[in-house]
T-cell receptor
Framework: ETGVTQTPRHLVMGMTNKKSLKCEQHLGHNAMYWYKQSAKKPLELMFVYNFKEQTENNSVPSRFSPECPNSSHLFLHLHTLQPEDSALYLC???????????????FGSGTQLSVL | AQKITQTQPGMFVQEKEAVTLDCTYD???????LFWYKQPSSGEMIFLIY??????QNATEGRYSLNFQKARKSANLVISASQLGDSAMYFC??????????????FGGGTRLMVKP
């Protein structure tokens, strides 16, 4: 148990659906992240929030829309996805003052997304 | 830009033996961190060990040790006395200084370790 909880664990959606992924951390951290893990590709950073402010958007298509209402919660809103968006979406958090390179990330178990 | 390379897509090891998982990296940052994470079939990424670029000694955490060779830009993970529960994907990752976005990790492609009884 890492202190980062993601729901749902599995999600199947059609290309015209709208759904949301939820992440909650109970660690008192200030930074939260979304990563995408596709088959045969390294983990890809999608978004970073630091103190609720988005500080990184790694050229992610607009059909992915993040939301961070407070330091403990992070959402990823999905709409009109493509089959190639099927992947494991991992949420992570860290204390992460900007200049600390030794700060480890704590990950959730991910949401396995299938787009039909 | 940072880059992490794991050249072993899959490895077998006999239970109770040691195994080394390879990781090489490339960066222009003078200060960086190197991490290893374990991902079992449940999906959760579990932190194993950390090595800072200026650390003089190789990091150790229980059965895990990191063989850090800075000149060769390698940070291999050594697991001693392998257990069946060590079967998982293992990822090497690197952090670098970023003044705006907090700690962003760059991950390698991973190595699948399978421990044989």
């Amino acid at each position: 148990e890492t202190g980062v909880t993601q729901t749902p664990r599995h999600l199947v959606m059609g290309m015209t659906n709208k759904k949301s992924l939820k992440c909650e951390q109970h660690l008192g951290h200030n930074a939260m992240y979304w990563y995408k893990q596709s088959a045969k590709k390294p983990l890809e950073l999608m978004f970073v929030y630091n103190f609720k402010e988005q500080t990184e958007n790694n050229s992610v298509p607009s059909r992915f829309s993040p939301e961070c209402p407070n330091s403990s919660h992070l959402f990823l809103h999905l709409h009109t996805l493509q089959p190639e968006d099927s992947a494991l979406y991992l949420c992570a958090s860290s204390q992460a003052p900007p200049d600390r390179i030794n700060e480890k990330l704590f990950f959730g178990s991910g949401t396995q997304l299938s787009v039909l | 830009a940072q880059k992490i390379t794991q050249t072993q897509p899959g490895m077998f090891v006999q239970e109770k033996e040691a195994v080394t998982l390879d990781c090489t990296y490339d960066t222009s940052d003078p200060s960086y961190g190197l991490f290893w994470y374990k991902q079992p079939s449940s999906g959760e990424m579990i932190f194993l060990i950390y090595q800072g670029s200026y650390d003089q000694q190789n990091a150790t955490e229980g059965r895990y040790s990191l063989n850090f060779q800075k000149a060769r830009k390698s940070a291999n993970l050594v697991i001693s006395a392998s257990q069946l529960g060590d079967s998982a994907m293992y990822f090497c990752a690197m952090s670098g200084r970023n003044n705006n976005a907090g700690n962003m990790l760059t991950f390698g492609g991973g190595t699948r370790l399978m421990v044989k009884p």
